[in-house]
């Protein structure tokens, strides 16, 4: 690169640097005048005079509060808007751009090419001149996909011509081009190189600056109903993605809000670590939860099975798992649906003072007086209209009862106040709004008054009333939250008779097996537990019942390690956001809880969508080991030679077989004091949180951090983690505890050894006693270093 170009765009730089800190100042102006704005609009709060006295000083003070509220909100979202400029403006400023291409907007154009920078955002000057472009806008899509020379690329209006003639990437600190040098290709290796060789944090970083092209074809892609991404560990998908969601938020900026976008993540301490991912690029995070958070959540008196029992615990024979997990269930329970509407719904009474008030038998006669063609949704609504008719009746019943005028009798003077002061009561009001409206009332001088009654028996009629419709209340909130369906029978008998709406032996199941089963699940139930595959199918088969359309709102919903989800569970998924469109993410060499049953997993999902409207991509290039990890983990595999490693050079893993634990623990503390002296973040992977805690205890006095829950942060230095924790995380040092037989010798936890070594970016360690795992026998010798 010669002088004078590097001249050139130092000048560039600083006359982009300094428009952008012109805007800053500007900026922070404005929020200092706001600021002054709301404390003199907060200041004339005083100015209001509370007029009650009449019909018309109440519409006038109202008027006034309204109009103080809205100039508080409007400057509130302005301080708010200038305070996102700042810091959006601050963080341009220390990396204000990190490409620029050159290009004429047609093939056979032969004017002058144009010059763009593309940068983290878009800055224009004073007379809105672009000086920055934002990686997300169409035309930046250039620097990913091509080199120089004719390329096409996509814009809201279609595809667009143009021809290359620079690509040029920088390297900026502190406002310094620290490296500039020109490529032909899409990212330079170079560029590449240095992104990848820095050490890991307990964030994840943004990648907009080293984008590849395949990751590219993820981000801007909108034209998929589902878009199934598989890559192999460290190919960088999720960074990707999470570059798509920032891409769709530009893309659809005014239409999409980070609200309407979910995804759904392998646990919570993943989620802590790439919760910075979209702040850095300006976005504000979408919703973030795991799967079992959106099924638990909703079944708050049941213990649904977490991560760690899930892993550690599930006994339930495997071909029972599959079947539970497969599309095949989901159409029994669709079917057996559809079978309620006209027989075997499962109805509990609504009891009043401890005796049925309205029989399950009656709510169930109910239920059945509407023909066939009513849906489920629709026989429940008119079902639930029809009970609280009968409620009402039921109120001239119940106020010539005994109880109504034990209770008249024992009125305190503060309830009989409440109850002639209330007005009219109706059986379907809520006390809350009740509650709500008194208050305001009261703020506006309106207390309730005393009711004139013209006879004893005209004020015991009007009190027996009250009483007797106060009393009946929980019942009708019982009736509008479908209280009197028993969706645990329900579920028990689906059970039941799910043999008849699905074949078994299609799962090499047994029949006598399968009852058991069943008794094994009605056992859990009653004791409040249920495993994760059948809190799924208890909420399907409640919401057909119920009629729930699942939430429409939701526009895009990604989901990260699709692998370790079944079937069944991606098609609840898209029950319940009909809306969305799925983007899927995962390394099928990682199904460390479904295992082989994610074989069929793409295709199965898959069949539920449109054919022409799904894409596949596929990355097989993975970045974050160096090449010489990268060959060992992928030979742990079957069929992982499929595998490009980066060209990134590195140390060979080390493996040491040692005699006994204490001499594994020795050798541990060395290995930590080696990777402490070098600064490194180190994981060390257990397979079981029980290891996880003994190795914890066995290395007291050492800066060492145990994660033994999802809600944990990842914190700085060595941490302890089990297996199932560590996925979709990265560390500079892994070191693998107990690599041998006692914890990896069945041919089932081979995807799991395989997951917890491929976290590793610069070095990996196993350690095993007396013996390596037999799953690394197909390991070259010549990839690693044996220690004994």
Known sequence: MNNQIKVEETQYLDKTLKAMKKSLKTTEDEIKRTNKNIDSVSQSWGDVRLKTDTYSGIVETAASIRQQQQMLSERENSKTRAERRYVTLNNQIKKPYFARIDFSESVTDSGEAEAIYIGLGSFSDDENKF???????????????????????????????????????????????????????AIGDAMLMNALSGESSTKMKSIVTTIQKEQNKIIRNTSADLLFVQGAAGSGKTAAVLQRVAYLLYRYRGKLTSGQVVLFSPNQLFNDYINQVLPELGEQNMVQMTFYQYASRRLPKISVETLQERFEHNQTDSKINMAKGSLAMFNAVTNYANHLNRSDIKIRSLKFRGEPLITKERITDIYYQYNENYKLSQRLD??????????????????????????????????YDELVGAGK?????????????????????EGPKAKEFGSEKAERQF????????????????IRRNSFLNISAQFVDFLRQAHLYFDLSLFDIAINDWHQHVEDVILSLKNKQLSLADTTLYLYLYDLISGKTGERDI?????????????????????????????????????????????????????????????????????????????????ILKDGQTIDAFNRDGQKPEIYILDNQEAMLNQLRRQLDIHKRQQETT?????????????????????????????QRLAQGAIIVPSYLAKGLEFDAVIIWHADNQYYGDESDRRLLYTVASRAMHSLTLLAENSLSNLIDDVPNSLYRVNE
Do not use: C
């Open 131 to 185: 000086l920055v472009y934002d990686w997300r806008a169409p035309v930046a899509s250039i620097y990913y996909d091509g080199g120089i020379g004719d390329v096409t690329y996509l814009t809201p209006d279609g595809p667009q011509s143009a021809h290359v003639t620079l690509k040029r990437q920088f390297q900026i600190e502190d406002g310094i081009i620290v490296t500039l040098f020109d490529t032909e290709e």
């Open 382 to 415: 008119a079902t639930r209209d029809t009970l609280m008719r009968v409620l009402s009746s039921r109120i001239g019943t119940e106020m010539r009862k005994d109880w109504v005028e034990l209770e008249i009798e024992n009125l305190s003077k503060q309830e």
């Open 425 to 445: 009561v109706r059986i379907g009001d809520d006390q809350e709004n009740d509650a709500a409206s008194r208050t305001r009332q009261a703020q506006l001088g």
């Open 463 to 478: 009190l027996s009333r009250q009483i007797v419709t106060r009393a009946l209340r929980p019942i009708a909130r019982q």
């Open 555 to 635: 526009r895009f919903l990604f989901i990260d390690e699709i692998q370790d989800y079944t079937p069944f569970q991606l098609a609840f998924l898209k029950f319940s956001f009909p809306k969305a469109k799925f983007t899927v993410l995962g390394d099928l060499n990682q199904a460390i809880f479904t295992k082989d049953n994610a074989n069929n997993l793409e295709r199965d999902f898959a069949s539920l969508f449109d054919k022409d409207k799904v894409d596949h991509v596929k990355l097989t290039q993975t970045y974050r080991s160096t090449q010489q990890i990268t060959d060992f983990t992928k030979f």
């Open 683 to 711: 994981a060390i992977i257990t397979k079981t949180r029980s290891e996880a805690q003994y190795l914890s205890e066995a290395l007291k006095g050492t800066a060492v951090t145990l994660i033994q829950s999802e809600n």
